[in-house]
């Protein structure tokens, strides 16, 4: 008997320690009605499986004709119905961890409840269904609860508002990205992802913007080592917080100074990310765009330059043998598409 009792006592404080891991306790104390998970499972006198009850007046004890299942606690319940995609709620003070596992490393805690998307899962692990969730900058793993306690809910389409309004960007224009976002084959975040755009990198904005799942969905162009990717990317989360760095400028300043050219130089396309650099009607990245000039294109300038849309725009005339004219664009600092040919100007 005493073998029995030792073993039963083994296994409680193996689930108290599984349920404490899970959540992070706040600074402050908060109670249940604020929306805080506690540490405490409430009293089930039916159930046979619960190893102890929360008495408000006294410390955890146990059954003492306690009768535990033989299933172990690797074991899981029937998982919460939801699928990639979904939109959900979690409560505040529960854990997010890089695997799904209430000892993996914990990357983020929220002390009020949040909204993310359903990634993938459930996985089971300790007796707890995890499902990998996304959003706030994070992507991890989180366990869904179990019998009363659980601690993500399903937000229905009635629920989730419309997408925020859209940012006022421009087709053509370069953003660089400010944490690591994926580039999907929809506007969805159902679609399979293309490539991870990872922070510091730049985008070039191609059509857009789309609502889908209560995001704002951009078509853009990236280079990731080496490969030029298109896909749709979203240009913030549900709560605003962007994806993207948007250049500040001095009011007065809408072009950085242009370079040094002047009409009758013959100058090269060049650039380091592999993608071509357009040749459109007039200076305006709305413009019509009448070619795509590869690397070491030569051309004169015959134009400009004119400042538009912050870019430098030189008129120009591409060598080649039938004639052509159209305005192409500097680029700035950091990254210049255009340079002197010394071959050409002896």
Known sequence: ????????????????????????????????????????VGPNPTAT??????????????????????????????????????IIALTGGVNIHSAPSASAPILAYFPERREFSVV????????????????????GWAAEGRLTRYWMRLITDNEAPQCLAPLPLTVGER????????VRAEPSLAALPVTLVNTNETVIILEGPRCADRYNWWRVRVVVVGVTYEGWMAEADRFGDEFIARPTRDPGTICYYPLPFSIGDRINVTYD????????????????????????????????????DT??????????????????????????WLTRDPSLNN
């Not at 535990?68 to 606690?73: C, D, Q, S």
């Not at 953003?175 to 994926?182: D, E, K, M, Q």
């Open 311 to 336: 870019y430098n725009w030189w008129q120009v005339r591409v060598l080649a043998s039938t004639e052509i004219i159209g305005w192409i664009a500097e680029g700035g600092p950091g990254s210049y």
């Open 1 to 40: 008997m005493s073998r029995v009792r030792t073993v039963c006592l083994s296994i409680a404080l193996l689930m108290m320690f599984s349920i404490g891991a899970l959540l992070s306790t706040p600074a402050a104390p908060r109670s249940a009605a604020q929306g805080f998970p506690t540490n405490t």
């Open 49 to 86: 499986n619960t190893p102890f009850v929360a008495n408000p007046s006294a410390t955890p004890t146990l059954f003492p004709t306690s009768i535990f299942p033989t299933a172990t606690l690797a074991n899981c319940l029937t998982p919460l119905p939801f699928t990639r995609g979904d």
């Open 120 to 139: 993938e899962g459930p996985v089971c692990t300790g007796g707890f269904n995890f499902w990998r969730i996304e959003g706030h900058g994070v992507i």
């Open 273 to 308: 990310d592999s993608i071509p650099k357009r040749l459109r009607s007039q200076p305006d990245t709305s413009a019509t765009i009448l070619y795509e000039l590869l690397k070491e294109t030569p051309m004169i300038i015959i134009g400009g330059p004119v400042c538009a």
């Open 175 to 182: 953003f660089r990205v400010v944490t690591g976002v994926y």
